[in-house]
């Protein structure tokens, strides 16, 4: 390969641009690709998350890559990503054999086989319980939740009489609901649920002995989801289980039976893998953030209910609120954000005033997030301000699409919140849009002047 061709495909990568490095490859012919061409034609589908493809490519020169460290830990980046964790391990191990405490690969190492480990035990698990489940007759068991008091076991909100609770159901609905989802329903959910159809229980927290997204020693759920459809938080309803395998992308082997703190990005779920659709299914979370990671919670529902504790059982505010502090304080820009701050002439020091608003949101919630409170309603303002200044031609799904990384996700930085919930952003949206501020024009969103003016204003006072 050329030093030039080398050269612009360096240039591609750093740009982000790997389907144009794939198609720069491909249209060379196969014979014609040397050692150089196809490891960067692996490194390129690695990226653009197609790791099937990766392997095939970097196989053909598994010979040439037997001394070279780079292709071995492309080839555990592949396996990584298609949770093949042993094969992952082997090739991180022989990277690090080639090119020793290099840190990307001693990082993929470590969680390879952490990995291989868990998946390890999942599959005894599971191996297990289907070894159990087929040779178990059937026994009378005890009634549900016999040692656990239901009259204190639920919250009392509005919010949750709104969003999740629904009259008792009935058994012609709980059959029709079982029968749309697919699975037999455990019976100790129909008898939670008919002592009270959904809602936010006092105790949201279930230890954990691995580490997830949400903490290291625990999840956290919002709610569990009752029988029925007209709820948005019921297992048929339009944030239910079908909609969170369908939309968000969760693995189809259960319900999932609680939504998390974490606006969409980790679940509850029933897990039917080894019990079949009419089995005792186990109790999982299933982690969007980690790639959809799966942690084992319980071995049923009932035990699952019983395990739930207090959240002051993992009271972490002090050590939360510290840490946000000094990430809105001294955390990297993401690469959106920071490009757009370049462009800001109207007002002096951009970067910290949105550090100064931002150090204020966490002082007063204790954590970095934005609700629709009046600083996070200016949060919104700004990166709106900030975005269609420099992308003038905006739409309002282009907008929605990119809002998460400026700061949401902070995508390349780390002055992020990590999740967000899209219904706060296009309710702002759709408020200044009926206040006037936004404006939309041929399909385009447009700050009105007034709203420009405001903006700058409230920042040139920070």
């Known amino acids: 390969m050329d030093q030039s061709l080398m050269e612009h495909l360096s240039q591609l990568h750093e740009e982000d641009e790997h389907q144009e490095i794939v198609d720069l490859l491909l249209a060379i012919s196969e014979e014609e690709r040397d050692y150089e061409a196809v490891n960067r034609l692996g490194r390129a589908y690695n990226n653009l998350g197609l790791f099937e493809e990766a392997l095939r490519e970097l196989n053909k020169i598994a010979d040439g890559g037997k001394e070279d460290p780079l292709w071995h830990f492309r080839v555990g980046f592949a396996y990584y990503h298609l949770r093949r964790y042993e094969e992952a391990v082997q090739a991180f191990r022989d990277a690090d054999r080639l090119e020793a405490e290099d840190p990307n690969t001693e990082m993929f190492l470590k969680w390879s086989l952490r990995k291989a480990e868990k998946q390890q035990k999942d599959e005894q698990r599971m191996a297990a319980k289907k070894t159990a489940s087929k040779s178990q007759e059937s026994e009378s068991k005890q009634v549900p939740f016999s040692g656990l ?26 059959a029709s609901i079982e029968e749309e989802l697919g699975y037999k329903l455990p019976s100790s959910y129909l008898a939670l649920m008919k002592q009270q159809n959904g809602g936010i229980p006092r105790n949201t927290c279930f230890p954990t002995e691995e580490a997830t997204s949400w903490a290291e020693d625990h999840i ?12 948005s938080y019921s297992l048929c309803g339009d944030l239910g289980s079908r909609f969170m395998i369908e939309e968000w992308g969760y693995p189809d082997i259960g319900v999932v039976i609680c939504d998390c703190p974490s606006a969409g990005h980790d679940v509850v779920m029933l897990d039917y893998r080894a019990c079949g659709r009419d089995g005792e299914p186990e109790v999982i979370h299933v982690d969007q953030e980690d790639d959809y990671e799966i942690t084992f919670l319980a071995e049923n529902f009932e035990a699952f209910i019983m395990g739930l504790v207090s959240e002051e059982e993992f009271d972490t505010s002090a050590e939360d609120k510290e840490a946000d502090l000094y990430k809105v304080s001294h955390g990297k820009f993401s690469t959106l954000l920071e490009e757009l701050c370049t462009r800001v002439l109207e007002v002096d020091q951009i970067e910290q005033k949105i550090r100064s608003i931002c150090t204020r949101i966490v002082e007063e919630k ?3 997030s934005f609700h629709a409170d009046e600083l996070s309603y200016l949060m919104y303002d700004v990166q709106f301000w900030l975005y269609t200044k420099s992308y003038p031609d905006t739409s309002r799904e282009q907008y929605v699409a990119d809002y998460e990384k400026m700061i949401a996700f902070g995508t390349g930085g780390e002055f992020r919140q990590g999740g967000y919930a899209p219904g706060w952003i296009t309710d702002w949206l759709d408020k200044r849009m009926q206040e006037g501020r936004i404006l939309q024009e041929k399909g385009r969103l447009l700050p009105a002047e007034s709203f420009v003016a405001e903006v700058i204003r409230q920042l040139q006072e920070v």
């Open 220 to 231: 956290a759920i919002s709610g569990i989801l009752g029988v029925g459809r007209e709820k």
């Open 149 to 174: 008091s239901l009259a204190d076991f639920w919250e009392d909100s509005e919010y949750a009489r709104k969003s999740y609770q629904s009259d008792p159901p009935t058994d012609e609905v709980f």
């Open 366 to 368: 204790g954590h970095f």
